[in-house]
């Protein structure tokens, strides 16, 4: 256990859908990012929050939203699904200084997401 | 912006052998940290190893050992007596020293490994 918490860890859908995915950071941590990987793709950087505030966009599409909350979870809205969300989503967290952020993410186990 | 490029995007290496991934990277800025993940087949995003720009001496964790040429602005990653639970893709990254409220992980395309018994 990383310590960092994907729910659900699959989740299938239909094209036009909405869904929301979950993440709990590791304890501490104030900083969450969000990736999105397609299949045999590369890491896309989609958002990354901190202490519930917005810090960095990425390649995120406008069907796409995330908000971190005060309890520092954080969610990732994706609405009116294509085939093409279909990928494996994944949360990371950070501290935002020190030694700990020198070690780079803790990565939660991720949600694989297939649009039908 | 900066950006890394891992430019095998497949390398195989014989058991017991020693394979070296290679990435390259793109930054103006002195400090920052490169890290080398790695993903087996399960999905799972590993940390392997991590270099700390402004230290010289190359990081080693038992059998993975990078070759960090700051000026060249390159991370290579060696494995030696290559296992096959080390097949897996391994990406490199890239991360910022300088934001107060931290700031993400720019990854490389990603290189699978492939290790023949």
């Known amino acids: 256990d990383s310590g960092v918490t994907q729910t659900p860890k699959h989740l299938i859908t239909a094209t036009g859908q909405r869904v929301t995915l979950r993440c709990s950071p590791r304890s501490g941590d104030l900083s969450v990012y969000w990736y999105q990987q397609s299949l045999d793709q590369g890491l896309q950087f989609l958002i990354h929050?901190?202490?519930?505030?917005?810090?960095a966009k990425g390649n995120i599409l406008e069907r796409f939203s995330a908000q971190q909350f005060p309890d520092l979870h954080s969610e990732l809205n994706l609405s009116s699904l294509e085939l093409g969300d279909s990928a494996l989503y994944f949360c990371?967290?950070?501290?935002?200084?020190?030694?700990?952020?020198?070690?780079?993410?803790?990565f939660g186990s991720g949600t694989r997401l297939t649009v039908v | 912006a900066q950006t890394v490029t891992q430019s095998q995007p497949e390398m195989s290496v014989q058991e017991a052998e020693t394979v070296t991934l290679s990435c390259t990277y793109d930054?103006?800025?002195?400090?920052?940290?490169l890290f080398w993940y790695k993903q087996p087949p399960s999905r799972q995003m590993i940390l392997v190893i991590r270099q700390e720009a402004y230290k010289q001496q190359n990081a080693t964790e038992n059998r993975f050992s990078v070759n960090f040429q700051k000026a060249a602005k390159s991370f290579s990653l060696k494995i030696s007596d290559s296992q096959l639970g080390d097949a897996a893709m391994y990406f490199c990254?890239?991360?910022?020293?300088?934001?107060?409220?931290?700031?993400?992980?720019?990854f490389g395309e990603g290189t699978q490994l492939t290790v023949n018994p």
């Open positions: 930054t103006s800025e002195s400090d920052y940290y």
């Open positions: 929050y901190y202490n519930g505030e917005e810090r």
């Open positions: 990254a890239y991360r910022s020293a300088m934001k107060t409220s931290g700031s993400r992980l720019t």
């Open positions: 990371a967290s950070s501290p935002a200084t020190g030694t700990g952020y020198r070690r780079g993410y803790t």
